[in-house]
C-alpha cells in the first residue's frame, strides 16, 4: 500500500464531521491494506507511531526538501524509515536524524508530506482518534464492534487487535483478556461544569475523589514482580523504585491497581507539575533523583486482585476491595455524598490543598477501560488569559484553506514585545474559522502563503487552560497547559492584554 493512500484517507476523514462517514472512509482503507500494513495503517491514522517517540518533533520539521513529483513511498518502507531515524543515537546523531528525515520528506509527495508532517508533529487530528478508529476496525473486518472494543480494553493496543481481527474474528478476539503485568488503556473521564452538574447527571449519592495533579500510573504485581506503565501504556518501573517498593510493601500477590504518582513538598502541598513530570521522566541517576525529589503513589481503583477481575464490578465493590489492601495515605482523599453544600465544600478544600479540583464518580459504574465514560466526570475551575495572537498557520482537513493554529503572546512591559507562550486550535467553531482567516490575512506582517503568517501583534484573545508548566521551547520559560479558545477580544487593545509577569506569578503560585 502506497503512503498516499493513507494521507489521502486522513485528509477525506478529516473533511467530514460525520462519524459514520469517517468510519466508513477509514473501513475502506483498511480493507486494501495488507496483513502487515493494517497494524501500521491503524496506529498512524489514530495520530500514533508504533515506535512511539523517534526524536523528531516540529522544530525538526520547519524546512523540509522540496516534495517528490510523484507519490512511490510505501507503507513498509515509511514505517522502517521511523524505524531507522529513531534508533540513531551517539555523537552526531542530531545532524543524522536530520538527514534521514530529510531523505525521507525528499522521496513524499505534497500529500505525503503533510500527512508525515502532522504525524511526527503530533498535530494529525483528522477525527480518526480510537474511538472511530475501532469502529472501523470491525466494520472492515466484520467482527462485532463490542468484541472489538472489548479485546481493545483488556490489551491497550488497538493495532494488534486490529491484526488479530483481521486474522482470526471474534475467535481470536476472545483470547484477549486482563493479564497482570500487560497494561490495559486506562478509563477517562468528561467534564463537568461544577459541582451541581455533576451531581445531576450522576444521580444520587456520588464518590468525590481528589483530582491530583501527577502522572498517571497503572500499577501491577505478580507476586514479587512489579511492572508500572504510564497513561500511555510506556513502561516506566525503573524510573520509580519508590514507588515499586510501596507496591510490594502491600498485602497482596497479584494486583492491578490504577492511581497517581506526584512529588510532595514537606508540608504535603504538590509541587508544580513540571517538578512530577520531569522527575518521572528522569531514565539515569533515578536513586540521586529519587533523593531529591521522592514520588508518591496515591491509588485511586482497583482492576485485579489475588486472581479476581473486577472490571465489570460496581464502583463501591472495587473501592471496598482498594481499601482492604491500600492503607488511608496511599489512597487519594474521597467523599460520598449527594449534598451540593457537602461536595462544593470538598471542592474547595481540595483546591485549598494546591490539587487540580475533583472527579464525581457514579458508585454503580464498572470500569471502562479506553474510554471516556458517562459514570467518570472531572470538576476543575478554569484559569484564563488575554492574549495576543503573534502568528497563525494555515489549516489542513476540514480546516484546510482556513488560518487555523494560532500563535500566543503574554505583554512583556520591560521591552514592549510579546513572549509567546504556546499554541492553541482547540474550541473554534467553523465561524470563527472564517472570521478569523479574515482578520488575520488582514493582520498579516509579511508573505501569507507559507505556513506560518506572522502577524502585526494587535489581536486580543481569551484563552483558557488548565495550568502553567515549564518549557524549554518557548522564550518565556513557560508553557500553557491544554490552552483552548474562549473568545476573540475585540474590545480590548493589545496594550491591555495579560503580561508575562502575571503569567510567572500564576506559574510560582502552581
Known amino acids: 500500500m502506497l503512503l498516499a493512500e493513507v494521507a489521502a484517507a486522513s485528509a477525506d476523514v478529516g473533511a467530514t464531521s460525520a462519524r459514520l462517514a469517517k468510519t466508513e472512509r477509514l473501513a475502506t482503507l483498511l480493507r486494501l491494506a ?7 495503517v491503524v496506529s498512524w491514522l489514530a495520530g500514533e507511531l508504533p515506535q512511539r517517540q523517534i526524536g523528531v518533533g516540529w522544530a525538526a520539521l520547519r524546512a523540509v526538501p522540496a516534495p517528490a513529483d510523484a507519490a512511490t ?7 522502517a524509515a521511523f524505524t531507522e531515524i529513531g534508533a540513531v543515537s551517539g555523537t552526531g546523531s542530531q545532524a543524522r536524524r536530520a538527514n534521514l528525515v530529510a531523505q525521507l520528506f525528499g522521496a513524499a509527495s505534497a ?9 511526527l508533529g503530533g498535530d494529525l487530528r483528522q477525527g480518526a482518534l480510537l474511538g472511530v478508529m475501532t469502529d472501523a476496525v470491525a466494520r472492515a473486518t466484520a467482527v462485532p464492534l463490542a468484541d472489538v472494543r472489548r479485546a481493545a480494553m483488556l490489551r491497550g493496543d488497538l493495532p494488534a487487535v486490529a491484526a488479530a481481527a483481521r486474522s482470526g474474528g471474534a475467535v481470536a478476539l476472545a483470547e484477549f483478556g486482563l493479564q497482570v503485568g500487560r497494561a490495559i488503556s486506562p ?9 451541581p452538574d455533576a451531581l445531576e447527571r450522576l444521580g444520587g449519592s456520588v464518590l468525590l475523589e481528589a483530582k ?8 501491577h504485581r505478580s507476586g514479587d514482580d512489579v511492572a508500572i506503565y504510564t497513561r500511555t501504556l510506556d513502561d516506566v518501573t525503573a524510573r520509580l523504585p519508590e514507588i515499586v517498593e510501596a507496591v510490594l510493601a502491600l498485602p497482596v500477590t497479584s494486583l492491578v491497581a490504577d492511581g497517581e504518582a506526584i512529588a510532595l513538598r514537606p508540608d504535603g502541598r504538590p509541587h508544580p507539575f513540571q517538578v512530577t513530570a520531569s522527575r518521572f521522566g528522569r531514565r539515569t541517576d533515578v536513586e540521586a533523583a529519587r533523593g531529591s525529589i521522592p514520588l508518591h503513589a496515591f491509588l485511586f481503583d482497583v ?5 479476581t477481575d473486577l472490571l465489570d464490578a460496581p464502583t463501591a465493590e472495587r473501592l471496598a476491595a482498594l481499601d482492604a489492601v491500600v492503607p488511608e495515605a496511599a489512597r487519594v482523599d474521597r467523599l460520598v455524598t449527594a449534598d451540593p453544600l457537602a461536595a462544593q465544600a470538598f471542592l474547595d478544600a481540595t483546591l485549598e490543598r494546591g490539587h487540580e479540583g475533583v472527579m464525581a464518580k457514579s458508585l454503580t459504574a464498572p470500569y471502562e477501560a479506553g474510554r471516556r465514560g458517562a459514570g467518570w466526570l472531572k470538576v476543575k475551575p478554569v484559569h484564563t488569559l488575554d492574549l495576543v495572537v503573534l502568528a497563525v498557520e494555515w489549516g489542513s482537513g476540514r480546516r484546510q484553506g482556513k488560518l487555523s493554529n494560532i500563535h500566543l503572546g503574554a505583554r512583556d512591559p520591560a521591552t514592549g514585545g510579546f513572549v509567546m507562550l504556546g499554541k492553541a ?9 472564517a472570521w478569523q482567516t479574515e482578520r488575520f490575512l488582514a493582520l498579516a506582517d509579511g508573505p501569507t502563503d507559507g ?3 506572522h502577524l502585526r501583534p494587535e489581536q486580543v484573545v481569551e484563552i483558557a487552560f488548565d495550568g502553567i508548566q515549564g518549557s524549554s521551547r518557548y522564550p518565556g520559560g513557560m508553557a500553557l497547559r491544554f490552552a483552548r479558545v474562549l473568545r476573540y477580544r475585540d474590545d480590548k487593545p493589545a496594550a491591555e492584554a495579560d503580561t508575562i509577569d502575571t503569567v510567572r506569578m500564576l506559574h510560582d503560585r502552581d
Not at 491530583?212 to 500510573?217: Q, T, V, Y
Not at 482492576?303 to 486472581?307: M, N, V
Not at 486550535?425 to 474559522?433: E, I, R, S, V
Open 34 to 40: 495488507g496483513a502487515d500494513e493494517m497494524p501500521l
Open 451 to 453: 505556513w506560518v503568517v
Open 425 to 433: 486550535f482547540k474550541g473554534m467553531t467553523d465561524a470563527m474559522l
Open 303 to 307: 482492576l485485579h486482585i489475588d486472581g
Open 111 to 119: 500529500v505525503e508530506q503533510e500527512f508525515l508532517r502532522r504525524l
Open 212 to 219: 491530583l495533579d501527577g502522572a498517571r500510573i497503572q500499577v
Open 187 to 195: 478509563m477517562l473521564a468528561q467534564t463537568a461544569a461544577g459541582i
Open 73 to 79: 513511498l510505501t507503507v513498509a518502507e515509511v514505517d
